[in-house]
């Protein structure tokens, strides 16, 4: 039976972690799959926590918060290792259905030209209301989006048998080849988070191979918790570092992946997208914020996106 890597990143979260690793071992062909816990350097001792709870899955302690992206370069690096025919970068804080894993299997064996699948993602806390229903990308406005957000799946044109071509596959839940991480690299660790799963997607389409949407498969999705703080703070809930990730990486991936036919379009929408939320900013008096975001632009426009080759931080 072709076995699949899963990866699962935890950071000071051992509840919703715990919480998803227990719905894995609920899978209908559980041998079919082993879990790869990498902790990015907890610093509430949740990792320990996990790997005395779950001694039978593989456990790799990184010795710093490397974000979202290193700490899956360190589960990809194992299971590039060890040969595992499929990875799937999975997030923390969800929780899947039982044959979820199957139907992408099958699929991806049956389809050579296929790089990457995703399920169909609902709200956790909304069982029957989607997520993510596909994930698109408007070239004249160098804008990512996800369909039918908020919608029930028979409000849709989604059919549960019917596999739906899309532009990039969510980080939250990417199934694709190991072999073709081993060729193309893993995440771009500079980015830490956000923006990377449009970068791999794009990377795994110029290579040739397509990607899809299989609504037969499902999983649930809590979404946001490393996003906010607790409390409201004068900045809001919602950490200053996320809007200068959001921003910077969003300035990358447009130089990188723009045509010049798009540039002008593109170049306009997102002078006025990024403008946008500065005067937010402005108007909300979150100067914290406003700074952010300015050295996120700057810092945007002056660097960019760095490959590495996929190695552990210790070589």
Not at 175 to 194: A, E, H, K, Q
């Amino acid at each position: 039976m072709k076995k699949t890597a899963i990866i699962l990143v935890n950071w000071n979260s051992f509840a919703l972690t715990a919480q998803c690793i227990r719905s894995l071992q609920q899978l209908s062909q559980p041998e079919s799959a082993t879990v790869i816990l990498v902790d990015n350097h907890s610093e509430d001792g949740s990792g320990e926590a996990l790997k005395n709870e779950f001694p039978h899955i593989i456990y790799i302690q990184a010795h710093d918060n490397l974000g979202f992206t290193g700490g899956n370069n360190l589960g990809i690096l194992y299971a590039i290792k060890e040969k595992f025919t499929y990875t799937l970068l999975l997030n923390n804080d969800t929780t899947v259905s039982p044959d979820f894993l199957a139907p992408m299997v099958a699929y991806m064996d049956a389809h050579s030209e296929m790089g990457a699948l995703q399920p169909l993602i609902y709200y956790h806390h909304e069982p029957s209301i989607i997520w993510n229903g596909g994930s698109y990308y408007n070239n004249w406005l160098g804008h990512p989006s996800i369909r039918y957000i908020g919608k029930t799946l028979d409000s849709t044109p989604l059919q549960k048998t019917t596999p739906i071509p899309v532009d990039w596959i969510t980080g939250c839940a990417f199934f694709t080849r190991t072999s073709l991480l081993d060729s193309i690299g893993g995440l771009s660790d500079n980015l830490f988070m956000y923006f990377e799963d449009i970068d791999l997607s794009f990377r795994i389409r110029e290579k040739g191979y397509q990607l899809r949407l299989l609504p037969q498969s499902v999983i649930w999705h809590v979404g946001g918790m490393s996003n906010k703080n607790k409390e409201k703070t004068r900045e809001g809930y919602v950490n200053p570092v996320v809007h200068y990730l959001n921003i910077r990486n969003r300035i990358w991936i447009l130089k990188q992946y723009t045509s010049l036919q798009y540039l002008p379009s593109v170049l306009l929408f997102n002078s006025l997208y990024i403008s946008g939320i500065l005067f937010y900013f402005i108007l909300r008096v979150r100067w914290g914020k406003f700074q952010t975001a300015c050295k996120a632009v700057l810092d945007g426009l002056l660097d960019q996106i760095e490959y590495k080759p996929l190695t552990s931080p210790s070589e």
